[in-house]
């Protein structure tokens, strides 16, 4: 699609203001004026005038006629425009590691986010694929249910060794038969709970985000992207991890 524009329009998108725009156009077809020449040109008053007059002549837009007993004022070539543009633009490109910096330390703060439905968690395992190593903790018997395409995705990439899975099961029923059929890969450790011990749902840390999932009486996700926080369950993880008894196929009835 072809946008055109006024002149002025073009002046107002480069920084300059409509009074600006209006007092240098009309300069640019009056060639050395007068002020009340301008001003009668751009249709602006003449104190007004004298105004953006002196902000274009700072900027560099315009400039006094020399020798004259009465003051009459030029426009400067549009390529100081130009100019100006291109000076600004290599002084953003010499600063911006530092305006990056900030982006990304404001990037840092913590970030919350809910994913509702089975495509909300669809999401949020296909983030944990793109992650290619997760902890889980908590249970399957309820993702059996409501999405058992991602838990058969999840044991694929498992399996294919694209993704790297640390999974901490209860002794449900169901977490046991997953346990004995599931064709995991070498690269996927599983342990488990001691007897009593349950979680209601799933969870799971991944990057440096933390999501809980939550299947009743709504499908839902809250995932909480925090360096901070990830870095503190995974310790708490690790520990619990270093007690918990690993997966034994012989072991499991």
Same mark, same amino acid.
Request: no cysteine; glycine share 6%; aromatic share 12%.
């Given at each position: 699609m072809i946008i055109i524009m006024e002149s002025g329009e073009v002046l107002k998108t480069v920084g300059l203001s409509q009074k600006e725009a209006s007092v240098y156009l009309a300069l640019m077809e009056l060639g050395a004026a007068s002020v009340d020449a301008v001003a009668k040109k751009a249709g602006t008053k003449r104190p007004t005038t004298y105004l953006v007059l002196d902000d274009l002549q700072r900027r560099g837009l315009v400039s006094l006629v020399p020798g004259r007993k009465k003051s009459l004022y030029q426009a400067e070539s549009p390529e100081t425009i130009v100019s100006d543009l291109y000076k600004k633009q290599e002084l953003v490109k010499r600063f911006l590691p530092e305006f990056l910096a900030l982006y990304n330390v404001k990037?840092?703060?913590?970030?919350?986010?809910?994913f509702e439905g089975k495509e909300g968690v669809r999401q949020v395992y296909q983030k944990i694929f793109e992650a290619g190593e997760v902890w889980f903790f908590g249970t399957v018997q309820e993702l059996m249910k409501i999405y058992p395409e /991602?838990?058969?995705?999840?044991v694929a990439a498992t399996r294919d060794q694209k993704l790297h899975v640390r999974d901490f099961l209860t002794r449900s029923d169901e977490?046991?038969?997953? $346990? @004995?059929? $599931?064709? @995991? /890969?070498?690269?996927?450790?599983? @342990?488990?709970?001691?007897? /009593?011990? $349950?979680?209601?749902s799933d969870s799971a840390i991944f990057a440096n985000s933390v999501v809980f999932f939550s299947f009743h009486p709504q499908v839902f996700a809250v995932m909480i992207s925090s360096g901070e926080i990830a870095g503190s369950l995974r310790a708490l993880y690790e520990l619990a991890w270093r007690s918990a008894e690993p997966y034994d196929r012989n072991s499991i009835k």
């Amino acid at each position: 699609m072809i946008i055109i524009m006024e002149s002025g329009e073009v002046l107002k998108t480069v920084g300059l203001s409509q009074k600006e725009a209006s007092v240098y156009l009309a300069l640019m077809e009056l060639g050395a004026a007068s002020v009340d020449a301008v001003a009668k040109k751009a249709g602006t008053k003449r104190p007004t005038t004298y105004l953006v007059l002196d902000d274009l002549q700072r900027r560099g837009l315009v400039s006094l006629v020399p020798g004259r007993k009465k003051s009459l004022y030029q426009a400067e070539s549009p390529e100081t425009i130009v100019s100006d543009l291109y000076k600004k633009q290599e002084l953003v490109k010499r600063f911006l590691p530092e305006f990056l910096a900030l982006y990304n330390v404001k990037k840092e703060k913590p970030k919350v986010q809910l994913f509702e439905g089975k495509e909300g968690v669809r999401q949020v395992y296909q983030k944990i694929f793109e992650a290619g190593e997760v902890w889980f903790f908590g249970t399957v018997q309820e993702l059996m249910k409501i999405y058992p395409e /991602g838990l058969q995705a999840f044991v694929a990439a498992t399996r294919d060794q694209k993704l790297h899975v640390r999974d901490f099961l209860t002794r449900s029923d169901e977490d046991l038969k997953y $346990a @004995r059929t $599931a064709q @995991r /890969g070498p690269n996927y450790d599983l @342990r488990f709970l001691p007897e /009593g011990f $349950a979680f209601p749902s799933d969870s799971a840390i991944f990057a440096n985000s933390v999501v809980f999932f939550s299947f009743h009486p709504q499908v839902f996700a809250v995932m909480i992207s925090s360096g901070e926080i990830a870095g503190s369950l995974r310790a708490l993880y690790e520990l619990a991890w270093r007690s918990a008894e690993p997966y034994d196929r012989n072991s499991i009835k």
